[in-house]
């Protein structure tokens, strides 16, 4: 088992920001990623509202250069995901399937899902129709006509990157409208491709060997809308249940941090989407990631884990 000073979970943008400030620190540091680091950004044409971009950046860009970065400051990436976190006497043993590293500190960066419908038919015709990547499944779907559900931020980005490729969109949201960024909200109603039809959900998605119709809500009673596309950006659920036992988490899963991220458990923070109160943004993830081992590099030098 490898030892280390600080173990970073999750490589996301978040993580991977953990992992480069650790070994500017000159920390030792490993990052167990989960998979190709990158997390949701991985899947992002265009990341909006980051400072220096004037034009955006995409997720397939940024995010190796976040890893090359970090990796030549020092960090050592782990590409396992997570099953175990022990807490032992000398500090916390992280393991997954091909690789097991102790360290007296922790990094939750785990992130988000993007939340399912949890409707009839969403689990049979994934990847024959249902999708949550507008970027990887848009360009199969030319030509047709597409659903998205939710009308917060992810929803309008996802449904003007589709409307490049497909050729009439429908944003379908519970509420009386549209919600979130101006911007989105200005770039979706001078889009002709694209329609909105608030106040319905979707109850069911149906068709034979791929999407073909969905079935719909509203206050005036079920309705069907004819498509061969349906992507869900109607929230996200914290990745949290590995720290389940370890870390108190409010309500809806987040991990409770205090203002420098420390969690309920000491040498343990959280960053990133992961935690309560985050500012679900790739600059604010970014941000979390270097206060979070600020605060643990202080504790590694004075053995202090204030509570509130
Ligand atoms: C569709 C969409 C569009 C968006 N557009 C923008 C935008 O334009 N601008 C912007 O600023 N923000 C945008 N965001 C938000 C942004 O993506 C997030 O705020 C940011 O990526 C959060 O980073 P994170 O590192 O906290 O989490 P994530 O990106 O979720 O990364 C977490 C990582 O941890 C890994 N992981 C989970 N469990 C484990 C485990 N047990 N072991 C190891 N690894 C694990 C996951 O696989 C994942 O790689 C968008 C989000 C979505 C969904």
């Not at 480069?20 to 990158?38: D, E, K, M, Q």
């Not at 995409?58 to 590409?79: K, R, S, V």
Request: with cysteine; net charge negative.
């Amino acid at each position: 088992m490898q030892e280390f000073e600080i173990i970073v979970i999750g490589g996301g943008i978040a993580g991977m920001s953990a992992a480069l400030t650790a070994a500017r620190l000159g920390r030792s540091v490993t990052i167990f990623t989960g998979g190709v680091p990158g997390g949701e950004l991985l899947n992002i044409d265009r990341i909006d509202g980051i400072p220096g971009y004037e034009d955006a950046i995409a997720g397939y860009d940024l995010c190796p250069i976040a890893q090359e970065q970090a990796t030549n400051a020092g960090a050592q990436f782990i590409m396992d995901e997570v099953t175990a976190i022990t807490a032992g006497e000398a500090g916390y043993i992280v393991s997954g399937p091909t690789a097991c590293a102790t360290a007296p500190a922790l990094v939750l960066a785990m992130g988000a899902h993007i939340a399912k419908l949890g409707v009839p038919g969403e689990a049979e015709f994934t990847g024959s129709g249902v999708s949550q990547c507008a970027s990887c499944d848009g360009p199969l779907l030319r030509g047709k006509d597409v659903i998205v559900a939710g009308g917060g931020d992810s929803g309008m980005q996802e449904a003007l990157v589709l409307a490049q490729h497909v050729a009439k969109v429908t944003i379908v949201e519970r509420g009386p409208g549209l919600s979130g960024q101006q911007a989105y909200r200005e770039a979706v109603a001078a889009n002709p491709k694209i329609e909105i039809l608030a106040g319905h959900e979707i109850a069911a998605i149906e068709g034979g060997t791929s999407v073909e119709q969905v079935r719909l809500r509203s206050a005036s009673g079920e309705s069907t809308l004819a498509a061969s596309g349906v992507f869900a950006f109607i929230g996200l659920e914290p990745s949290s249940t590995l720290a389940d036992g370890l870390v108190e988490r409010d309500r809806s899963g987040h991990v409770v941090v205090d203002a420098a991220l420390r969690s309920s458990a000491r040498g343990v923070c959280a960053a990133g989407n992961v935690r309560s109160g985050s500012a679900f943004r790739a600059a604010g993830a970014m941000g979390d990631g270097a206060t979070a081992v600020l605060t643990l590099d202080r504790y590694l030098a004075d053995d202090a884990w204030p509570t509130a």
